[in-house]
């Protein structure tokens, strides 16, 4: 017992009532109820957060959580507090690789976690030919991000995706089937991860109750630890934000060409004289078509939030006149929002398809 010792540990996960901690020094797992006061505060604990821990009995393994220090980032779904990396983790084949998909994870966690290091794993490398591999490379490295290829089968790439992961947190996040429990137990001999274990085609199902837990890798070098955290896939509407706005800059190449863009809001999607427009040849089909797509998607959600927020949307209108005490005003039943005609103004931000050739472009991607 070291009654009045506090050091400060990583919590692994929630456990019976409590939590799992690993302080590193000791090299021990604890298992800490937080103190009441903590509770009473109603002060979130996630798995990754760093915590004081106190009333320290080694033989029982077993202390109390007295603080829990601010997070530098955290992510509600799955819970998880101070992550490094995101490894955004995609099959070549079985599940097909498609573009979107991989577009969204990207958006998705550079918005969530707009501090952190990202890496592009193309698992599964065993199905896939050399050609495959080389068109992934020329889209995603030359755009800056990192490259992984490998194979959770045959051990191919493995080292060198154990050495990125050194001395930091990642989170391994990707659609389900793509092989990330089957990373993680290779990672760490002995973790036994669930594998081969699809979730329903909108992400709901049994994970939705899984708790998150971090996990510890053998160093290889360095002092600190390396922790993981394995992710559910996530459906559409998990992965769609209400911000258009901010798609552009989540986009390198679509960033770039909208610095010389004459409009300052511009979602470089019709606009007449779009820098991006007239530049569409220099980048990815595919890219801009999942650009197009997420942009959509987000001003889609922005509208259902905002017609939320707004249900009080009167269900008269006044014609003719401002309100009820204007004289010249007319009181008239609202029309059901489909039975109205769109307003000029919308129609023109909407986006108009007659700009691009979206069908020849969604053709020429899919050759
Ligand atoms: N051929 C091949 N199959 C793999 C590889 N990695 C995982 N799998 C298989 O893909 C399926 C899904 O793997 P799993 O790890 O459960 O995917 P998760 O949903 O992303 O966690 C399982 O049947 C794995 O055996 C790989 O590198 N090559
Ligand atoms: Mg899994
Ligand atoms: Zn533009």
């Not at 008239?332 to 000029?344: F, Q």
Request: glycine share 6%; net charge negative.
């Amino acid at each position: 017992m070291v009654p009045n010792r506090v050091l400060t540990g990583t919590v692994l996960r929630s456990h019976a009532g409590g939590y799992l901690v690993y302080q590193k020094d000791l090299n021990l797992e604890f298992l800490c109820p937080a103190r009441g006061r903590l509770k009473k505060e109603r002060v979130s604990i996630f798995a990754g957060d760093i915590v004081e821990i106190s009333d320290i009995d080694t033989e029982l393994s077993q202390a109390v959580i007295s603080a829990c220090q601010p997070r530098r980032n955290s992510l509600s779904r799955p819970p998880l507090a101070n992550v490094d990396q995101v490894v955004i983790v995609q099959a070549i084949h079985q599940p097909e690789w498609h573009p979107l998909w991989c577009d969204r994870y990207l958006v998705h966690f550079q918005l969530e976690l707009p501090d952190v290091s990202f890496i592009l794993c193309f698992n599964k490398c065993d199905l896939a030919n050399e050609d495959d591999i080389q068109s992934l490379r020329n889209v995603y490295e030359r755009l800056g991000y990192k490259l992984h290829i490998t194979s959770a089968r045959t051990g191919f790439g493995m080292p060198e995706l154990t050495d990125e992961l050194q001395g930091r947190f990642s989170i391994f996040t990707g659609p389900s089937g793509v092989g990330k429990s089957t990373l993680l137990n290779v990672l760490k001999p002995g973790l036994n991860l669930k594998t081969g274990i699809m979730e329903n085609e909108f992400g709901v199902g049994k994970h939705t109750t899984t708790a998150s837990e971090i996990y510890r890798l053998e160093e290889i070098r360095g002092e600190n630890p390396t922790w993981v955290a394995d992710t559910p896939g996530f459906s559409v509407s998990e992965l769609t934000h209400s911000d258009p706005q901010n798609i552009p800059f989540l986009f390198p190449e679509i960033k770039e060409l909208a610095t010389n863009c004459k409009y300052s809001n511009c979602l470089h999607l019709v606009e007449e004289g779009c820098n991006v427009l007239a530049n569409l040849h220099s980048i990815s089909k595919d890219r801009y078509l999942s650009y197009m797509t997420l942009v959509e998607e987000s001003k889609e959600r922005q509208r259902e939030e905002q017609s939320q927020s707004t249900k009080i949307d009167s269900k008269v209108k006044y014609v003719g006149g401002k309100d009820d005490n204007d004289e010249r005003a007319k009181k008239i039943p609202r029309l059901n929002k489909r039975y109205r005609a769109t307003s000029r103004r919308l129609e023109k931000q909407q986006f108009s398809p007659g700009k691009i050739d979206l069908d020849s472009l969604a053709a020429e991607a899919e050759e």
